[in-house]
T-cell receptor
Framework: EPEVTQTPSHQVTQMGQEVILRCVPISNHLYFYWYRQILGQKVEFLVS????????KSEIFDDQFSVERPDGSNFTLKIRSTKLEDSAMYFC?????????????FGPGTRLTVL | AQSVTQPDIHITVSEGASLELRCNYSYGATPYLFWYVQSPGQGLQLLLKYFSGDTLVQGIKGFEAEFKRSQSSFNLRKPSVHWSDAAEYFC???????????FGAGTRLTVKP
C-alpha cells in the first residue's frame, strides 16, 4: 500500500541553523501539507501546497519557513534559522485533491530537536 | 476559526471493555469532523469522518462516532477494546472552504490486560 515517507526520523540541530525536512508524498497525490506537534500540544496546521505554490498557510508559517517541491517526488520544509521553540514533531501529509472529501495521508513524522 | 477540545488527556481501559473518547468542537457552520489514530512511530491514520447525513459514522477497526450538533460533540466509541488499540487518538475539525484542519490535543489510550 502506498504511503507517505519522511526523512530523517529525528533531526538534532543548533539554534540558528537551517534545517530541511523531507517528505515523499504518495505518487498520484496533488496536495501536500505540513503540520507540527510540539510535545504535549495539539497537531497544528502549517501549510498546504498545490501546483508548485502555497495554497494556504497558518499564522505559524512565517518568513522563517518555506516549502518546495524540488523534483517530481520530494516535498520539503525548510526552517531558515531555527529557534528553540521550533522543537516539535513535523508531519507531512498528501491527498489526491483538495477538500475534506479527500483523505489526507500522513507520514510518520520527523522529530526536530533544537538545542 | 474552528477548534477542537479533547477533555481527556489519558484514558485506561481493560481489554474487552467498551471505550468512549470525547471530542467537542467549535465551528459556526456544519463541520467536517475526523478521528485519527497514531500508533508509536507511525503517522496519523484516519479512523472515520463525518461530513453530512447519518450522524452515526462507522470507521475502520470497529470504531464508530456519533455527531451531536446540540452538544457540539463527536465522540468516538468502540464496544470492545483490543490491546492493539493502545495509541494516541486525535479528533479534528475542518472548515468548509479550506484545508486548514484543526486538531485536538489528543487522548492517549492505555489498554490493560
Amino acid at each position: 500500500e502506498p504511503e507517505v515517507t519522511q526523512t530523517p526520523s529525528h533531526q538534532v540541530t543548533q539554534m540558528g541553523q537551517e534545517v530541511i525536512l523531507r517528505c515523499v508524498p504518495i505518487s498520484n497525490h496533488l496536495y501536500f501539507y505540513w503540520y507540527r506537534q510540539i510535545l504535549g500540544q495539539k497537531v497544528e496546521f502549517l501549510v498546504s501546497f498545490y501546483n508548485n505554490e502555497i495554497s494556504e498557510k497558518s499564522e505559524i508559517f512565517d518568513d522563517q519557513f518555506s516549502v518546495e517541491r524540488p523534483d517530481g517526488s520530494n516535498f520539503t520544509l525548510k526552517i531558515r534559522s531555527t529557534k528553540l521553540e521550533d522543537s516539535a514533531m513535523y508531519f507531512c501529509a498528501s491527498s489526491v485533491d483538495r477538500g475534506y472529501y479527500n483523505e489526507q495521508f500522513f507520514g510518520p513524522g520527523t522529530r526536530l530537536t533544537v538545542l | 476559526a474552528q477548534s477542537v477540545t479533547q477533555p481527556d488527556i489519558h484514558i485506561t481501559v481493560s481489554e474487552g471493555a467498551s471505550l468512549e473518547l470525547r471530542c467537542n468542537y467549535s465551528y459556526g457552520a456544519t463541520p467536517y469532523l475526523f478521528w485519527y489514530v497514531q500508533s508509536p512511530g507511525q503517522g496519523l491514520q484516519l479512523l472515520l469522518k463525518y461530513f453530512s447525513g447519518d450522524t452515526l459514522v462507522q470507521g475502520i477497526k470497529g470504531f464508530e462516532a456519533e455527531f451531536k450538533r446540540s452538544q457540539s460533540s463527536f465522540n468516538l466509541r468502540k464496544p470492545s477494546v483490543h490491546w492493539s488499540d493502545a495509541a494516541e487518538y486525535f479528533c479534528a475539525v475542518g472548515g468548509s472552504n479550506n484545508n486548514d484542519m484543526r486538531f485536538g490535543a489528543g487522548t492517549r489510550l492505555t489498554v490493560k490486560p
